[in-house]
């Protein structure tokens, strides 16, 4: 991947992310802290300022510095989530692996890092199908990554705060789906897959 369309990539997820900030915490207020829109688009401006005040070498390093920023940013277990997948992403990138499988090293390591895996209402339930989809060849479209995001309403939380809720956090969309559903929103536009 050539590193404009990183950038290009998260660039068109500030964007998206800025715009949906207050439905993200819509989303958020009562399975969680009510502010994953909020500390996504303070760790979102911080990658952005980072990556027009920076010339990076490649795709890999923007990954990497992005990764960084919403660590640092980013309240919550989101910031360490997003920091795991970027830093996954980073790493398949200067292996010289395609998107496909630098994404299959992000949710490797977002699984590590919440200890946690598919059907737990994470956004690993987006970043799974949306992996899987990209692996098998088949058409990745809005349409389809919308479905991924919409089908955590139906799944009972078993991780994170919105698992104190148990059968009530059923009928609720995972605001950590969402924004990655904005994330690989971004991808296709930006080429990035």
Do not use: C
């Not at 290009?8 to 829109?37: C, M, R, V």
């Not at 209402?121 to 199908?129: G, Q």
């Amino acid at each position: 991947m050539e590193k404009n369309v990183a950038i290009s990539w998260l660039t068109n997820f500030n964007e998206k992310i800025q715009a949906n900030s207050a439905y993200l915490n819509t989303l958020d207020t009562p399975i969680g802290d009510g502010d994953h829109g909020a500390n996504m688009a303070r760790g979102m401006t911080a990658v952005i300022e980072t990556l027009t005040s920076k010339e990076m070498l490649d795709a890999s390093e923007v990954f990497k510095v992005s990764g960084m920023q919403l660590l640092t940013k980013v309240g919550g277990a989101s910031g360490p989530l997003y920091w795991s997948a970027f830093t996954g992403i980073a790493k398949g990138l200067s292996a010289g692996q395609s998107i496909d499988n630098a994404l299959d090293s992000g949710l490797n390591d977002i699984k590590k890092r919440g200890n946690s895996d598919i059907g737990e209402k994470t956004l690993i339930d987006v970043w799974a199908p949306v992996i899987k989809s990209l692996s098998t060849g088949e058409r990745l479209t809005d349409q389809a990554i919308d479905t991924f995001v919409d089908a955590t309403k139906d799944l009972k939380a078993s991780k994170g705060r919105a698992s104190y809720l148990g059968e009530r956090s059923i009928g609720h969309i995972d605001p950590g789906a969402y924004s990655s559903g904005l994330f690989f929103k971004a991808m296709l536009e930006s080429g990035g897959a």
